[in-house]
């Protein structure tokens, strides 16, 4: 059985806040040279990855930049910055509700995906806490979707963010959402919705399908007016657009939602009409390192609540 090989740490810095793509080659192929697999593996195009090798911008664990004849050595680690696409900015702040030297929790706006992935890369809100709290290390414990704002948890310290992310594995954290979705009083609140959802890669939606529940969440009506409802959602699992589904399951479908029930999305960068109407709004939980108890409240409002002609405009 072969050891795992502990991963040396990157030779290049971040760019705009973001890490280096990381590449290790893998056992079990032959290849004559790195650049030989690369070329396979990443489809970058013609001449890309022989652009980028003979601009020195490939490079190997010890930070120097490979030769277009660097012989294959399965195992071996190298790194390079990808090219960041053009991203519109969203215009919108993260707002930083707390900060400690192990900790940061930040107030995600609509629009802005968490971490890099995909065409969202520097212009993520972890990207951008890097670069405006100087803070290289820091790193998500949790994710929410690019179109739900509200509260989240990041790490300072790489050997601490183990320990945060596991308050998630482990359900040690308390979330409480806030929605606006369609008041209808034949629908009975507060009421507990439990269902098997799956995720498929490369499909937008998630899906209820028959089997053991892995997705369990608590609905609430909070108060309701001109139809709309506002709405205390208590998720209980963390499946991929759990409350979402859970809503729309209820006849209910969260107000700006472009999958469910029906799919129009996915928004276009740089269209910012009508947010997604769900909030995550506080996050209570009692910190694994200093023992502290926490509890976070998101001063975000919900547009379709508080003015609702604007936000349907």
């Known amino acids: 059985m072969r050891r795992k090989t502990r991963i040396p740490p ?7 806040g973001v890490d280096p793509v990381r590449v290790r080659l893998p056992f079990g192929q ?24 003979e601009a020195g911008l490939i490079v190997g664990a010890d930070g120097r930049p490979l030769a277009r004849d660097t012989a294959y050595v399965p195992g071996m680690y190298v790194w ?18 707390y900060r400690d030297e192990h900790i940061v929790v930040a107030d995600k706006p609509h629009f802005l ?26 790193t998500a414990a949790h994710r929410l979707d690019r179109l739900t704002a509200g509260l989240v948890l990041f790490t300072v310290r790489p050997e601490e963010r183990g320990t945060y992310q596991s308050l998630f594995r482990d359900r040690r954290v308390t979330k409480e959402y806030e929605a606006v979705a369609p008041y209808n009083p034949e629908v009975p609140l507060p009421t507990t919705v439990h269902s098997r959802i799956v995720k498929e890669r490369g499909v937008m939606t998630a899906r209820e399908v028959p089997g053991e529940p892995n997705a369990v969440s608590r609905i609430e009506l909070l108060e ?26 209820l006849g209910l479908p969260i107000l700006g939602d472009p999958l469910y029930p029906v ?28 023992g502290r108890a926490h509890r976070f409240v998101s001063g975000r409002l919900l547009q379709a609540w508080s003015a609702y002609d604007a936000w349907a405009g």
Request: charge should be positive; charged fraction near 25%.
């Open 263 to 290: 799919v129009t999305g996915p928004v276009p960068a740089g269209d910012f009409r009508r947010p997604l109407q769900l909030l995550a709004r506080m996050l209570e939980f009692t910190d694994p390192v200093t």
């Open 30 to 53: 032959e290849w004559a040279t790195v650049r030989d697999h690369l070329v396979a593996r990443l489809a970058a195009g013609d001449g890309v990855i022989d652009g980028m090798l």
């Open 80 to 97: 390079f910055h990808r090219a960041l696409p053009d991203e519109v900015r969203v215009p919108y702040p993260v707002e930083v509700v």
């Open 224 to 249: 309701h007016r001109a139809g709309r409802g506002r709405y205390r959602l208590l998720p209980r699992t963390g499946q991929t657009h759990q409350l979402r589904v859970h809503m729309d399951k």
């Open 113 to 138: 995906a968490t971490t890099p992935r995909g065409r969202h890369v520097a212009e993520t809100a972890l990207a951008r806490l890097r670069r405006d709290l100087d803070i290289p290390t820091l």
């Open 10 to 16: 990157p030779p290049l810095p971040q760019r705009d």
